[in-house]
């Protein structure tokens, strides 16, 4: 949540720069993070960061699949992958841990994707958000429309939020999460090009 809030930051910043409303919620933001940190145990998160691929990750996820597994998986097919769609019939002769016999989704949608399409399909999906990225902002940045401006911001915040918490999960493994995932990667793209070309220019 504060991940994706610092993202919100830092575009509203490139945009507009360090204006006073900016620096409010710089403020907010702020305050938000010392009430967090006043009633969390930064122990406990450090240890649970450190054993993200331990074996017994699954305990504290709920996930029942270690990450170290799908490792092996990517190390067995590391240039191109076991193929799209096919990580559930492939996982539970990796499997070590005892909790489910087979898994269908890796509860992490970059690992789960580099297993299937391996390294060359993984850089060619890294790059195409580059590219997009790259693109959408610099458009953006030209954009004088409040309307529009807007609409894109909370379009780039929620893409990234999306992407951070697939970190997690397997959101983009569901067909309806996914198509409405892509519907808002089209629409930020194509708000940042539509309107008059004078507009767009100044």
Not at 11 to 27: D, E, V
Not at 49 to 57: E, K, P, Q
Not at 68 to 79: A, G, Q, T, V
Not at 120 to 138: C, D, E, P, R
Request: proline share 1%.
């Amino acid at each position: 949540m504060y991940l994706i809030y610092c993202f919100f930051c830092f575009f509203t910043q490139l945009k507009y720069g360090l204006s006073k409303n900016i620096q409010i919620l710089y403020l907010w933001f702020f305050i938000g993070v010392c009430f967090f940190i006043f009633f969390l145990n930064s122990k406990t998160v450090w240890i649970r960061l450190g054993s993200l691929f331990d074996r017994n990750t699954y305990i504290f996820l709920g996930h029942g699949y270690s990450w170290l597994d799908i490792l092996r998986i990517c190390k067995d097919f590391p240039i191109f992958g076991i193929g799209l769609g096919t990580f559930g019939s492939i996982s539970y002769m990796y499997k070590t841990t005892l909790v489910q016999a087979s898994f269908s989704y890796a509860h992490n949608d970059y690992l789960q994707l580099f297993s299937e399409v391996g390294l060359l399909g993984f850089v060619s999906a890294v790059l195409f958000f580059v590219l997009y990225f790259k693109s959408v902002i610099n458009n953006w940045l030209r954009r004088h429309d409040t309307y529009v401006i807007g609409l894109v911001l909370g379009g780039m915040t929620s893409i990234i939020g999306m992407l951070i918490y697939s970190a997690l999960d397997f959101n983009l493994q569901i067909p309806a999460i996914a198509l409405l995932f892509f519907i808002i990667l089209g629409f930020t793209f194509r708000l940042t090009t539509l309107g008059n070309s004078h507009e767009v220019s100044k």
